[in-house]
Each structure stands twice: as structure tokens, then as C-alpha cells.
């Protein structure tokens, strides 16, 4: 490196010590293959990595194996030993929030149903047949319905972040980005490991893979988990009528069984089985626990006593399997993906968060904590799902400078979600339950092309295009005893064309521009949570965004460092919202006429030297609503009534009708504007074996629970850290490691329950524990 080029680096390196980086892991022999695969001459694989330099990383985000450095668009990775120290203590997949700039991931049943965020851009509903702006893939598969996009990580080989539209390669319902998550695939040799765990709350789990090849054409690979926690928070309710009960303990056990058939170089079949059995408590909305005029927990919170005289139970369970084909022939390659997915899912939970009421004409004594102006304690059940995708896709694989993919895909899927309500106004006398139903039918096609053209030695350009239909069939009943209202029907279909264009320009060896222009989609919604025999179901119409985002990818320091930077723009066009009801545990679909997002990441990752690394990241977001008609319900609307103690301070301009607010200028709810990761590992041969310490931080700023503004409901910045220290010994057959999780034991109220009282939902609280790793 010249002198020149190393004060560059050097400068380039110091004014980017404030942002992020996921640490990017492959094998560099994995880019020589797919530089074969792309039809490029062997002589473009890169060289063997030197002592202390990166690793190439390879990304399959254009549906090809590619170096994440030529792939123009926004993208993070996470493998390795990162992903290890993350899931440290079964975290689900909400570990995945902040480690990525633009990404946050919540949810307001535990868990289960994840909703995601990338650049603010997601969905609050917590309805069971709602969709989500971001796509997550499992395996090829897309996962639609939100509680299949909970299942646990585990034995992945990588997890890719790609921000931005992904209309064209990966289809609807994904404007803001993709998830994409790849399992270790069977290999033809024998090896497996096993993981115990121990920690507090008196939390088990145990992580284990075996892969055996059968023969010379047949290699299987088992994994699995079992995740189990006691329970951590205690009913003080001594009046509770239904059963003293302690609440946050859960089982979760998953596992993945995979054939891979190789008869020929030519052809391979790749057979995919997997199921989840999670059982364990609903979240815990907690009455009265934040702070009138701000969003603090009141003096004397504990956060280990929950008084209650509801029951709190989830039960989910999900099954499904895939089969991937591939076909070389001289110049094409041929792919068939075909995916199933089936769930039932059953959650209970007393979402008023105390017990009793003691608010005007409600009076259920004793009653608490604080005011509660009636009790609500409501299940939601998904008692039928089936999910069926087929996708055929053709690629070339001859060398030129002309590439392309082309393909179709189809997807259908069946839900019948059932909602009951379970109030009771007085001692002994509970009202009967009541009753709602939906039943929604979706089918999806869509052809789908994309061409990737390589100018001169410099340039390399991309465009495609993807046609899309979508027809929905719903309907929605409600029922209270002996009256019925419904079914009522909405049938539904759009058709929509996305499409993209980028281009990367090698600048230098090291350092590669990028930008792109892309469009996504995310097809009608429809809800039926009918609360009254007056309701109706909900329509939001189909939103649709445009992209631009430019970048630069740069390896620094003789590849001992790399730093990835995007700035982007966005506007997505009726796009669809949730509005609360302001009264009632319900959702509204809605329409804005356009929301606008503006911002900046950065990743960024070193080698210090032979015993430190570390990563940094970082983003900036701004979203706004742009709707000078739209106006939704604030908290705990009952037409003013003066008994109602303990609703919130909206601070929103008034709307047109009382108890209701304007949100235009609004951010989106749930999008922090600042978020920040860091990591240090330092390792270091001790012995017979290596010693490492790890250390991981993210920091975001705060963001509104809802579309309107109040001091209540308004998430505090949060900072959490972790740790975890271990030994390998034995040529890393083994490996013994402590860890600990949010260990300041920062705790804050992160989404809230607002038609009802001052109910909020926490962070997970400060975890610890031990593992214990064997390969073989």
C-alpha cells in the first residue's frame, strides 16, 4: 500500500469511528465458486486471505452467490461467532433488533410473532393474519404469516439484511426490505456438536447437529433445540378467582431434518423438515407502570409481581418442509423451490393488566393496581393455517458479460383466525364470552426477470422487473350471544409491476461506488377484530414505494478493514397504517396519502490486530406522515368522560372529532432515528487452547408506540450490553463459555396497551449463565 493510499485509509478510518458493522465471515474459496457460477473466469476469484486480513463474504441477495462488495445495494451479514454470542441464552429473534442499522424487530406477543422494521418502515398490527412491509426467507422459503417468522435460530450458516425494496427477486410484501436466513446445509462428511446451557430464572437449553453422509450420493444433517425457562414474575392478586399463576416460564423446542441427494455434479435435490412446540406465557401487559406526562415506570415498580385474575397462557405449533432442486445443464441453470407451512397458535392473556375495576359504573372490588376502568381478558386463536409456495427459476451460467435469471412463482394460503372475549363485570357472575371470526383466502402470481450486464472492466450494471397478482377472499362474523352479525365479505384483486435498476463502479482494487433505484409493493389487508354487532371489517388498498439509495464499499488497511456507507431516500404511497381504536382492543386498516423517509448507514469492521477485532455501526432515519386529512382515536377515548383517570396527553393537534388527533408530520411509530452497534473480541492462545472475551452494545433513541404523539407513549432511548468469555481447548473440540445479556439491567417500557389504561410491556431484564460445547 502506497503511502498515498494509506493515509486515505487511515482518514477514512478515523472520521467513520462512530458507526457499525456486522462482522462479515466466508470462506474465500466460496468466491471462487460462485465466480465460476456467475460465468466469470476462475482468474477473478480472489487470492487466499493473509494473516490477519478479513474474509470475503458471500451473499446470495440478486438469488446468485456473489462477494457482498459487488452486490449494489445496502446489505449486513451476521454468522459465526456473532450469531453465537447473540442467541447466548435462547434469545429469540428478537436479538436481531439494532444489530444491523435500520433494523428493529418487537413484539407484543413475546416470543412469537416478530414484527420487523428496516429504515422505520413496518406495521404495529398485532392482528393474526396481518402483513408486514418486511419479507422474511427462510431456506428459500418466504414466510408470511408473522408467526412463522419467529422460529428459532439455530445451526444457520448465515443470516443476510438486505435493505431497500426487494420487489423484483423476492416479490410482494416487501417495500422495505428482506430478512433472509440459510440453514448449515447437509455435507459429505461426519460431524455434529453438542451445546448445554444453564442460566438464570432457572433456564435450560440444550443445541445439537449431526451430519452423516450415507453413501456417496445421500448426506443427511439433524439439528435441534430445546429452550426452557422457569417462571420469573409472580401473581400477588390474593383475590384471584381463577388460580394463582406465575407467569414469563416457556418450553420452546424446534428441530430441522435435511436429505441432500447428489447422484451427479449436475443435479441435486435438497429435502427440508421442520416443526416448532412453544409453550409458555403471553406477554404481560402491566396496568398503571408508566408515569403520568412521561413515559417512566412509577416509583416502587417490581418487576417480579403481576397482580391478576386473568389466565395467561400461548401455545404454538408449526410444521413444514420444502424440496429445492437444481439442474446444470451447458449454459442454464434450473431451480424448482416448492414450500409448505402449517401453524395453530392458541394465546390468552388479561390485556387490561390488573384485576377487578373501579372506574364509574364498573365496579369489581377489590380492584388494581391503580385505575381500571373495566376488565378485559381476551384469546386469540389461529385454529387453521396452510401456506403452499412454488417457484421455478432459470438462470444462466455460461461466461459473457450479458447474465440473467427469469422465472414464475405462486403462492396461496388459508387462515381462519377466531377471537374471544372473556369479561367479566361481576364476582361470580361472568359475562358470556364473545365471539369473532375471520376467514381469509390469498393467492399470489407473479413472473419475475432480471439481467446483470458488465459494461467494461469498470461497470457492471442491473435492472429487472416483476408482474404481480393478488386476490384475496375475507370475511369476518361477529358473535354475542344469542345475536350474530356477518358474515361479512371483501374480495379483493390487485396487480402491480415492480422493478429496479443499479450499477456498481469499481473506483479502485479497493474500492467499488454504488447506487440504486427500486420499487416495492405490499399487497391489500384486510381485518375483521369486530368488537360490537355494529363493526365492520377494515380495507387498507395496496402501498406502494420508491427507492434511491448510493454508496461506497471499500476495503481498508491491506484488508485487515472494510466500510460500507449508504445514503438513501424513500416515499412509499398509500401507505398502509394501523390505527388503534382509541376505546376498545381493536385495529383499524388505513390508508396515508404518502410517508417519507430520508438517511444514512454505516458499517463498519476491523482486525486491530492478532487479538482484537471489532465492529461498529451505525444509522439515522427520518420518517414522516404526510396526510393533512388523516386523524385517528388517542388513548382511552370514552367521549371525555371525567371518571376515565388514566388515559394519556396527547400532543397532537385536535382532530374533528373529540378524542381524536391529527398525525400528519409524524414520524412512523415504532422508528427510532438513531441507532448504534458495537462490538470487541480479543482473543488470545493460552495454553493448549485460545481464550476470548466478547463484548456487543447497541444504543437507540426513542420512537412512538402509536401514529399519535404523547409523553406516555413514547419509548425512552435504550442502551444494552452484553458479554460472554470462554475457552476452546482441544483443537476446538471444546469450549466452555459464561455470558450474561443486558447487563446493566436496563429496564424500560417498549410498546404499550392504550385504549384501556397506563398499561406497557418491558424489556427483557438482566440474563446470565453458562455453556458447555463439544464438536465431534
Not at 404469516?145 to 410484501?173: S, Y
Not at 482494487?509 to 416495492?520: D, I, P
Not at 412512523?668 to 476470548?692: C, D, H
Request: hydrophobic fraction near 35%.
Amino acid at each position: 500500500m502506497s503511502k498515498k493510499s494509506s493515509g486515505y485509509a487511515a482518514r477514512t478510518l478515523i472520521a467513520l469511528a462512530v458507526a457499525s458493522a456486522f462482522p462479515l465471515h466466508a470462506a474465500m474459496a466460496a468466491e471462487a465458486a460462485a465466480a465460476t457460477a456467475a460465468g466469470q473466469p476462475a482468474a477473478d476469484a480472489p487470492e487466499t486471505a493473509t494473516k490477519g486480513q478479513l474474509e470475503t463474504v458471500i451473499v446470495t441477495a440478486q438469488r446468485r452467490a456473489e462477494n457482498i462488495k459487488d452486490v449494489p445495494m445496502s446489505i449486513a451479514t451476521l454468522k459465526g461467532d456473532k450469531l453465537d454470542v447473540l442467541t447466548s441464552g435462547a434469545a429469540d429473534i428478537r436479538f436481531l433488533a439494532g444489530r444491523s442499522p435500520s433494523v428493529n424487530v418487537e413484539s407484543d406477543y413475546g416470543r412469537t410473532f416478530p414484527r420487523f422494521y428496516i429504515r422505520g418502515l413496518g406495521n404495529t398490527d398485532f392482528d393474526l393474519n396481518a402483513s408486514q412491509p418486511v419479507g422474511l426467507v427462510m431456506d428459500d422459503i418466504v414466510q408470511e404469516n408473522a408467526m412463522l417468522k419467529g422460529f428459532p435460530v439455530f445451526d444457520v450458516d448465515q443470516v443476510e439484511v438486505l435493505r431497500g425494496p426487494q420487489g423484483t427477486l423476492f416479490g410482494r410484501n416487501s417495500p422495505a426490505g428482506v430478512i433472509k436466513f440459510d440453514s448449515a446445509k447437509p455435507v459429505f462428511k461426519q460431524e455434529g456438536y453438542l451445546t448445554l446451557g444453564l442460566g438464570n430464572y432457572s433456564s435450560k437449553t440444550a443445541e445439537g447437529m449431526f451430519n452423516i453422509p450415507v453413501n456417496d450420493v445421500v448426506a443427511l444433517r439433524f439439528s435441534g433445540t430445546s429452550q426452557h425457562r422457569g417462571n420469573r414474575v409472580h401473581n400477588t392478586n390474593p383475590t384471584a378467582n381463577k388460580g394463582t399463576q406465575d407467569f414469563e416460564g416457556y418450553g420452546d423446542n424446534a428441530f430441522r431434518l435435511q436429505a441432500l441427494v447428489k447422484p451427479n455434479k449436475d443435479f441435486s435435490a435438497l429435502f427440508n423438515y421442520h416443526e416448532r412446540d412453544y409453550h409458555g406465557s403471553a406477554t404481560l401487559f402491566r396496568a398503571n407502570i408508566i408515569k403520568k406526562g412521561s413515559s417512566d415506570l412509577v416509583d416502587g415498580f417490581d418487576y417480579s409481581s403481576y397482580p391478576t385474575d386473568g389466565i395467561n397462557y400461548q401455545k404454538l405449533t408449526t410444521k413444514g418442509g420444502n424440496i429445492r432442486l437444481k439442474y446444470n445443464l451447458d449454459d442454464i441453470t434450473l431451480h424448482s423451490i416448492t414450500g409448505y407451512e402449517t401453524l395453530k397458535f392458541n394465546s390468552r392473556a388479561d390485556v387490561d393488566g390488573g384485576y377487578g375495576c373501579n372506574i364509574g359504573g364498573c365496579q369489581v372490588l377489590p380492584a388494581g393496581p391503580g385505575a381500571i376502568p373495566f376488565p378485559v381478558e381476551t384469546a386469540d386463536l389461529l385454529p387453521n393455517h396452510k401456506q403452499f409456495s412454488q417457484e421455478f427459476r432459470a438462470e444462466s451460467n455460461y461466461k459473457g458479460p450479458l447474465q440473467w435469471i427469469g422465472g414464475l412463482f405462486f403462492f396461496n394460503e388459508d387462515i381462519q383466525i377466531d377471537s374471544i372475549g372473556f369479561n367479566s363485570f361481576a364476582p361470580g357472575n361472568p359475562q358470556s364470552p364473545n365471539f369473532a371470526q375471520q376467514f381469509q383466502h390469498a393467492k399470489s402470481w407473479a413472473a419475475f426477470g432480471s439481467l446483470n450486464y458488465t459494461v467494461s472492466d469498470k461497470l457492471k450494471v442491473r435492472g429487472g422487473l416483476r408482474y404481480t397478482t393478488d386476490k384475496k377472499e375475507f370475511s369476518a362474523l361477529r358473535y354475542e350471544p344469542p345475536l350474530m352479525s356477518g358474515p361479512f365479505g371483501i374480495e379483493n384483486t390487485s396487480h402491480n409491476l415492480s422493478w429496479d435498476l443499479s450499477g456498481t463502479y469499481e473506483l479502485s482494487k479497493t474500492t467499488n461506488l454504488f447506487g440504486r433505484v427500486a420499487t416495492g409493493y405490499r399487497a391489500p389487508s384486510m381485518q375483521g377484530r369486530l368488537n360490537g354487532l355494529g363493526d365492520k371489517p377494515s380495507f387498507a388498498g395496496a402501498e406502494k414505494a420508491l427507492s434511491y439509495e448510493a454508496g461506497i464499499k471499500q476495503d481498508l488497511f491491506d484488508k485487515r478493514a472494510r466500510l460500507s456507507a449508504s445514503v438513501f431516500q424513500y416515499r412509499v404511497k398509500d401507505k398502509q397504517l394501523t390505527a388503534g381504536s382509541g376505546s376498545v382492543n381493536m385495529n383499524q386498516l388505513i390508508n396515508a396519502e404518502k410517508v417519507t423517509g430520508q438517511g444514512v448507514e454505516v458499517d463498519f469492521q476491523a482486525n486491530l490486530s492478532d487479538e482484537f477485532s471489532m465492529t461498529l455501526g451505525g444509522s439515522y432515519n427520518d420518517t414522516e406522515i404526510k396526510d393533512p386529512n388523516l386523524f385517528v382515536q388517542y388513548c382511552g377515548n370514552y367521549g371525555n368522560n371525567p371518571t376515565h383517570l388514566s388515559g394519556c396527553t396527547p400532543t397532537n393537534a385536535a382532530g374533528p372529532f373529540a378524542g381524536t388527533s391529527k398525525i400528519n408530520g409524524n414520524p412512523l411509530p415504532r422508528a427510532p432515528k438513531t441507532q448504534l452497534n458495537f462490538t470487541l473480541k480479543y482473543s488470545k492462545e493460552i495454553g493448549n487452547g485460545e481464550f476470548y472475551a466478547y463484548t456487543d452494545w447497541t444504543y437507540r433513541s426513542s420512537y412512538n408506540f402509536f401514529l399519535y404523539e404523547a409523553p406516555e407513549y413514547k419509548a425512552r432511548p435504550l442502551t444494552e450490553g452484553g458479554v460472554r468469555a470462554g475457552y476452546k481447548w482441544g483443537n476446538g473440540k471444546y469450549e466452555a463459555a459464561l455470558f450474561g445479556r443486558n447487563i446493566t439491567d436496563k429496564r424500560v417500557v417498549i410498546g404499550a396497551i392504550d385504549f384501556d389504561n397506563l398499561t406497557g410491556m418491558l424489556n427483557e431484564p438482566r440474563t446470565w449463565g453458562g455453556t458447555f460445547k463439544v464438536n465431534f
